[in-house]
């Protein structure tokens, strides 16, 4: 059940800056309620909140506060960063709806997963309880991950102990433990790799980007496409970035277009969809050869999988192909 313990090196500065900056930033919009439990401080893509006891959703964007009861929804191919009052983390990926509510019996902050995936990290004490339809998690400590998809609850211990139960039964966790529960079925230990649980949430840096020259040397409407999407990057707007580049015919994207776009799906977090096109396109040049952007972008997941030697590996082929 043990595994070896990692730490992806871009995840600490983007962790530790959210985290301290958030209450500082003013709220883009009043909240509804006196003293706010949480603010979201991120947003990659589209996020709606239905506010407690109303029954619309409406598009917010970063900082945003939240009040108790109040519902959160990642729409895809994003993700979310939500801090609550008691210094709690809360990443989303996409396809998530979360309630937030402090009104917990044994727990300081409590939270619904109706669907999706959350990351939590508290740096202090906290007992945070996560309720979805499968299994609830009571965590004393620090980072776990919690999912609700496919008929199935998971939850998934990187530092700290957890509580899973639900009303078949119940199993403790430590760190680098995982549990699942489908309807019916009390929660059951399963083999897991704990950093596998939070791919989706690790920061990955754009490194692949059009200079003047490369956009000059693009079909115009193709350039003008691409100039559009890295002015969107520039500015936060991921999932619009990916729409216009994925909405590119096919024949019209050249290696380093193509590096541009999978990029931007690392940085949303996609990265299973990232590897997949990054297999398509090994020696798509008909010769056998590899774009270097495209292995360099292969290199930055091995990296963030602490994959060291395939990463080297790959490393020196980029070097080689540039």
Not at 300 to 308: C, K, M, S, T
Request: proline share 5%; aromatic share 4%; with cysteine.
């Amino acid at each position: 059940m043990q595994t070896a313990r990692f730490r992806c090196p871009f995840e600490f500065a983007g962790r530790l800056l959210v985290l301290a900056v958030a209450w500082l930033l003013p709220s883009a919009s009043i909240a509804a309620c006196d003293v706010p439990v949480g603010r979201l401080v991120s947003a990659e893509a589209v996020v709606v909140v239905r506010a407690a006891g109303t029954e619309a959703w409406s598009a917010v964007r970063p900082p945003h506060a939240l009040c108790e009861g109040d519902q959160v929804s990642v729409r895809e191919p994003g993700r979310a960063a939500v801090v609550l009052q008691d210094d709690v983390l809360v990443r989303l990926d996409a396809r998530t709806t979360l309630l937030i509510t402090r009104a917990a019996r044994d727990a300081d902050a409590e939270l619904g997963l109706a669907e999706g995936i959350v990351h939590l990290i508290s740096r202090l004490r906290k007992r945070v309880g996560v309720s979805t339809p499968y299994v609830n998690a009571l965590v004393d400590g620090t980072e776990f991950t919690v999912s609700a998809r496919d008929g199935k609850g998971r939850i998934v211990v990187a530092e700290g102990a957890v509580r899973a139960r639900n009303a078949q039964g119940e199993t403790r966790l430590q760190a680098s433990e995982g549990a699942e529960a489908g309807p019916g079925a009390a929660p059951a230990a399963i083999v897991i790799r704990p950093l596998d649980a939070v791919r989706w949430a690790i920061h990955y840096p754009q490194i692949a980007w059009l200079d003047e020259g490369q956009l000059a040397r693009l079909p115009a409407d193709v350039a003008k496409v691409v100039a559009d999407a890295q002015r969107a990057l520039s500015s936060g707007r991921h999932a619009e970035a990916l729409a216009m580049l994925e909405a590119l015919p096919p024949a019209s994207v050249s290696a380093p277009v193509e590096a541009l776009r999978v990029g931007t799906m690392l940085a949303l977090g996609r990265v299973d969809a990232a590897r997949e096109r990054l297999a398509r396109n090994a020696g798509n040049d008909g010769a056998g050869n590899e774009d270097a952007t495209l292995v360099a972008l292969d290199v930055v997941i091995l990296v963030a999988r602490n994959e060291g030697e395939a990463a080297r590996s790959a490393a020196q082929r980029a070097v080689q192909r540039a």
